[in-house]
């Protein structure tokens, strides 16, 4: 063999062994020349792998992208492991060298995916409890656990998606015809449903559970498509027809919170409305400011008048509702928060309508162009959806899917029990420390009606689940999940609406 082609050869076989993830063909041939080249590779002993998936992998291991098994990975750039045995290698707190999460799993024969540094101060006190919890279960239960974490709802979602969004569609035009009482009473049941299920499945393909793991699909018609198209063009099309929709949430709040819940240093509601980024610190805060306490100022913030005469007005319609709150008062704090979150969705729908005309999103003054670009395009369609809806049907179309959008976060709406409460300070009864999450347990039919939204201690512990095996964590690890399925609903919002509570543990100094 000539020496130029053989240091080809080993070059190329070196490269091979480098990327860490083969094809049964290509790991044939390593063995088969490794002998002359005096290479010792190390390959997985079982081989699931097409020729197209190991490109997908050499991609993967060029780019040092880590693997999507991580709670603190951005899921707009998650990728599937390259084999169903791989670790994860956390980075050592002394030297910088990494180690593994579990020394005694690390064997040989296993693929190993490194995970770019993550300094525990970017996560927020209680991302943090989330994350040790994530670890410690990983620990005792990863051949149970990384198999839920593979797999998506995608068939079973998709098909729930459709069903609900035709059957939006078709009960607002429905809804011209009907009178005030029958559009509030379908808006009630099945609307206010069918919407929490949209919003649910296109939270799932937010996290990447949706789809299967993997970075492109052929789709008929249309040939190959990226991952992270594919989920954008569903967030964008999937959130329709609404009366003021998700899709702003999901695509700039609700990562973000996973990594910020309840940060009292770094999160308000001034922050909120002056930063400059383009993703909201914390998305979820601008629901819970209505009925929850927070630390820091308040915003959105005007500018009046000029010169000497300038001012500035503080403008939030969610704490002026909820500075009337009074403790020991359900029923009176139920009616506050009612009255402040529906008229609040209201000034959401006209500001969709400035967007679309203006341009720019002027509650969010010091974002970047690419973040008004993108909502003035989302707002352009969807206020084009709601004239066609308002010209076939009338008013009374866009009643039914604002009111289907709405009645579900407040009382009495069974779903409301596990939306008003899903973060809170629980103080736990044993260690007398605070939790920042909760989940509801209402039974079988109360899971389905929520589509596993009320799963949500378990999300935030794995968030790439997907949301039908959600309940099975509670069944692989029960000693960190409450017991039973009977949480009274009625007792559960009695208590959020007497006594309001910090969000996500944003007061305590100490969690569990």
Known sequence: MELKTLLQLTIFVQFLTSC???????????????????????FPSQHRLSRRKFDECRTLNRNGLRSSLSIHDDINTQSSSCDENTDIVQPSQSNGEPTAKNTSEAAPDKTIVTEPPTSSTSLSPAAQWH??????????????????????????????????????????????NLSIPKV????????????????????????????PKQNTFTLPLIGRVKRKSLQNALLFWGSMPSAFGYYLYLKYGHLSHHKSLGDAEKVSLKTLFDSDRKEFED????????????????????????????????????KGGFSLWKEGCPVRNALVFASSFLYERVMLMVNDVIVALTGRNYFFPNKPKQFHDECAVYCRFVVAVRALLWKISGWKALLFLYLSETLWSIPPHPACAMFVTNHGSTIDETTGECVPSSSTYAGRWYSIFTLGTNYHVEHHDFPTIPLHRL???????????RAGTKDNLWSIMKKAFSRPEFYACMDAGVMV
């Open 184 to 211: 509030i009473l379908f808006a009630i049941f099945p609307g206010s449903m069918f919407s929490l299920w949209t919003l649910q499945i296109l939270h799932d393909c937010l996290h990447g559970s949706l789809f």
């Open 20 to 42: 860490r993830c083969y094809s049964p063909a290509i790991s044939h041939y390593i063995r088969r020349v490794s002998p002359l080249l005096r290479l010792q590779p190390r």
């Open 131 to 176: 994350q040790r919890r994530h670890q410690e279960m990983l620990q005792k239960y990863r051949s149970q656990i990384l198999p839920l974490e593979r797999d998506s709802s995608n068939f079973l979602a998709l098909s729930l998606l459709a069903l609900s969004n035709i059957s939006l569609l078709a009960l607002s035009l429905l809804s011209g």
């Open 471 to 481: 309940g099975k964590l509670r069944e692989i690890a029960p000693e960190y999940y």
């Open 283 to 318: 998305g979820d805060m601008l629901f819970v400011a209505h009925r929850m306490k927070l630390k820091g100022e308040v915003g959105p913030r005007f500018q009046l008048g000029r010169g000497e005469k300038k001012k500035m007005m503080v403008m939030s319609i969610s």
